[in-house]
């Protein structure tokens, strides 16, 4: 229900995209974002965008990634410039629908390889 697309292999220093899409049957989605999951490492949260444009980034890819989303066409991207080793990882896009004030369901789409050479 999520379709992930984007990544590859890339030196470090170099930039990719990744790009996210919804399904239409997915309605109410009050959150997107990117998560990342190094070998042998827990997943990690990467940056969120909320429905009214809130970008959040995890520290360390705070002033290198940029997120954006178009909340009507349930879709969200995610920019990534000056990309180092660390970030090597596979990336996994994930929603969150809103199913009342107090519950919310998630979403997660398949993960995308980034490989950073050094």
């Known amino acids: 229900q999520l379709q992930a697309s984007g990544g590859g292999l890339v030196q470090a220093g170099g930039s990719l995209g990744l790009s996210c899409v919804a399904s239409k049957g997915i309605l109410d989605i009050n959150v997107m974002g990117w998560y990342r999951q190094a070998p042998g490492k827990q997943r990690e949260l990467v940056a969120t965008?909320?429905?009214?444009?809130?970008?959040f980034y995890e520290d360390s890819v705070k002033g290198r990634f940029t997120i954006s989303g178009d909340g009507p066409k349930n879709t969200v991207s995610l920019q990534m410039n000056n990309l180092k080793p660390e970030d090597t990882a596979v990336y996994y896009c994930r929603a969150e629908r809103l199913l009342s004030p107090t519950e919310f369901r998630v979403y997660w789409g398949k993960g995308t390889q980034v490989t950073v050479s050094s």
């Open positions: 965008i909320t429905s009214g444009g809130e970008p």
